[in-house]
Structure formats: structure tokens, C-alpha cells
């Protein structure tokens, strides 16, 4: 049973719009939750996070939106660059277990 | 530079050998984490470790065993039982409960042949 999902497989956008990268959880013990940026042979790096006790946190051209009804977060990226062209992971954090649950992730594809 | 290292990037193995991946952190972190990736998967939660001489199993443990006698490292061990070992391993580390940002490394192309 995956309780981090990311539907999308792939996105493609063009430069300057917005991208909008969606990821749904089933459990509702998780209580913060980040993204993560990946490109190939490399390891995924940090991007943005937020707590469940928040609906959304900015961090330049990035925003995080969390919808804990709806066990629903996305993450925003506007304008979009071709440099933001990897891989994006969604987790989500039990932090009292202390570990991460990643989704299968989402190829972004910016063309410029 | 503080950061977190892993060797080698990639490895290679005979079927049926116990074979060793390496993970080095001088980020001064409690905890620490390893992970597998399978091609179109995410990342799958091998084991976990918050603090020296301490560590739990994560989510496809089997096959697999760590040792944590020191903070800066948390070797994994890819033994002959773990049926479909050839993935790409990543480490992480994270400062613990206050905080679960992860830094990971570059990770290890095991393959198995």
C-alpha cells in the first residue's frame, strides 16, 4: 500500500509558465512534508518543506500548498526555468518515528 | 566542506558475495539513512539510524545489514540473501527530530552480475 503518491510520471511546460506538481499521502500521522529536487546519477537535494500546521510556505519561485483535508500538497514553481527540468520527489514525515516516505516522483521538463 | 560521502559510485559484484557500501558524514548529524532506487521508483527506506550504536529497520530491510558505531558513518551491507540487489543506494543524514531535511549523497550504482 504506497502512502505517498505522485500521479503525474512526467510535465512538461514551457519557460516563463507555471509548474504544478501534485502529491497525495494516506496517512495521517505524517506531519511535515518537503520536496525534493533529483537529476541523474545524483542525489536528491532539499527544496522546500512545511509543517502540517501550515497551508503554505514561499521560498522564491517555489510555494508549497497543503491541503490536510484533502491529504493533498503541490508544489508551484513560477516562472519555470529550463534548469528546473529533473526529477521531483514528494516525502512526507512522521517526525515522531522519524523517518520519510518518498513518492515514485514526477520528471519535470521545462523547454525553453 | 561539510557534506555527505559515499563510496564507491560504482560497484560491481559476483552473485552470491557480501559486498559493502560506504557512507561518511561530517555534517555533525544524529541521524542517518539509507535508501534504494529502483528505475521509476522513489526512494524505498532500507535503515535507518537516530543516533550512535542504534538503528531500525525501514521498509525492505531484508537482505540488508548496518552497523552505526560511529556518528560520521553508517556502512551498509548488501548480503547474498537480498534476491535483487543490482539498484542505485543513496545515504542521508539528517540533524534528527529537529529537523527532517535530509542532505544525501551521490550514491552507488551496485550492480550485480
Known amino acids: 500500500d504506497q502512502q505517498v503518491k505522485q500521479n503525474s510520471p512526467s510535465l512538461s511546460v514551457q519557460e516563463g509558465r507555471i509548474s504544478i506538481l501534485n502529491c497525495d499521502y494516506t496517512?495521517?500521522?505524517?506531519?511535515?512534508f518537503l520536496w525534493y529536487k533529483k537529476y541523474p546519477a545524483e542525489g536528491p537535494t532539499f527544496l522546500i518543506s512545511?509543517?502540517?500546521?501550515?497551508d503554505k510556505n514561499e521560498d522564491g519561485r517555489f510555494t508549497v500548498f497543503l491541503n490536510k483535508s484533502a491529504k493533498h500538497l503541490s508544489l508551484h514553481i513560477v516562472p519555470s526555468q529550463p534548469g528546473d527540468s529533473a526529477v521531483y520527489f514528494c516525502?512526507?514525515?512522521?517526525?515522531?518515528?522519524?523517518?520519510?516516505?518518498f513518492g515514485d516522483g514526477t520528471t519535470l521538463t521545462v523547454k525553453p | 566542506d561539510g557534506g555527505i560521502t559515499q563510496s564507491p559510485k560504482y560497484l560491481f559484484r559476483k552473485e552470491g558475495q557480501n559486498v559493502t557500501l560506504s557512507c561518511e558524514q561530517n555534517l555533525n548529524h544524529d541521524a542517518m539513512y539509507w535508501y534504494r532506487q529502483d528505475p521509476g521508483q522513489g526512494l524505498r527506506l532500507i535503515y535507518y539510524s537516530q543516533i550512535v550504536n542504534d538503528f531500525q529497520k525501514g521498509d525492505i530491510a531484508e537482505g540488508y545489514s548496518v552497523s552505526r558505531e560511529k556518528k560520521e558513518s553508517f556502512p551498509l551491507t548488501v548480503t547474498s540473501a537480498q534476491k535483487n540487489p543490482t539498484a542505485f543506494y543513496l545515504c542521508?543524514?539528517?540533524?534528527?527530530?529537529?529537523?527532517?531535511?535530509?542532505?544525501f549523497g551521490q550514491g552507488t550504482r551496485l550492480t550485480v552480475v
Open positions: 516525502a512526507a514525515t512522521d517526525l515522531n518515528a522519524g523517518k520519510s516516505t
Open positions: 496517512n495521517s500521522m505524517f506531519d511535515y
Open positions: 542521508a543524514s539528517s540533524i534528527g527530530t529537529g529537523g527532517p531535511e535530509a542532505f
Open positions: 512545511i509543517s502540517s500546521i501550515k
